[in-house]
T-cell receptor, first 113, second 114 residues
Framework: EPEVTQTPSHQVTQMGQEVILRCVPI?????FYWYRQILGQKVEFLVS????????KSEIFDDQFSVERPDGSNFTLKIRSTKLEDSAMYFC???????????FGQGTRLTVV | QQQVKQSPQSLIVQKGGISIINCAYE??????FPWYQQFPGKGPALLIA?????SEKKEGRFTISFNKSAKQFSLHIMDSQPGDSATYFC?????????????FGKGTKLSVIP
């Protein structure tokens, strides 16, 4: 069964450092998303990406965040200068169509110390 | 207005019992209502979804009931099993406005005890 894969599973970084979270969406999907889940809280939308550009972003997705599809398979989330409050589980998701089910990866746990 | 309110926060059900989780929303433009199941250390996985043109959808032991006038929808898990123990999230989306994002509830941690 096709799945969304994310690496690494856990990333620890020092405050102020840049991190890149990586995702390989399902191969024939065209829509890509990042969500985050702070420990014990709800899943929150960050950004969606389609046709090599951001199609929608939330107020959480400020200038510290960027996304990229550097090649035909990877989809990355970069946090330029991490803050303690960026500590969360980050989920990548993909869908074949804007109105169909989004499949989530297993997540990357980011810990900022 | 973008919020989805979910209750209860946690739920303990005996094996074989019925688990009921409720969600309410304000934005009448929401037109897609999925439920996700999340096990520890895993990403959310779609369980079942409904659109507002129907009042109920059943898939196996899982049923969504949808009340458009009350702006509420609920998940019923019949014959609950220990393997159903997980966190359940309701969500909503306004696909008609060209929005891509799912708005999630805060989650319900379900424990099914033998």
């Amino acid at each position: 069964e096709p799945e969304v894969t994310q690496t690494p599973s856990h990333q620890v970084t020092q405050m102020g450092q840049e991190v890149i979270l990586r995702c390989v969406p399902i191969s024939n999907h065209l829509y890509f998303y990042w969500y985050r889940q702070i420990l014990g809280q709800k899943v929150e939308f960050l950004v969606s990406f389609y046709n090599n550009e951001i199609s929608e972003k939330s107020e959480i997705f400020d200038d510290q965040f960027s996304v990229e599809r550097p090649d035909g398979s990877n989809f990355t989330l970069k946090i330029r200068s991490t803050k303690l409050e960026d500590s969360a589980m980050y989920f990548c998701a993909s869908s074949g169509d804007r109105n169909t089910e989004a499949f989530f990866g297993q997540g990357t746990r980011l810990t900022v110390v | 207005q973008q919020q989805v309110k979910q209750s209860p926060q946690s739920l303990i059900v005996q094996k074989g019992g019925i688990s009921i989780i409720n969600c309410a929303y304000e934005n009448t433009a929401f037109d897609y209502f999925p439920w996700y199941q999340q096990f520890p250390g895993k990403g959310p996985a779609l369980l079942i979804a409904i659109r507002p043109d129907v009042s109920e959808k059943k898939e196996g032991r899982f049923t969504i009931s949808f009340n458009k006038s009350a702006k509420q929808f609920s998940l019923h898990i019949m014959d609950s099993q220990p393997g159903d123990s997980a966190t359940y999230f309701c969500a909503a989306k306004n696909s008609g406005a060209g929005s891509y994002q799912l708005t999630f509830g805060k989650g319900t941690k379900l424990s099914v005890i033998p």
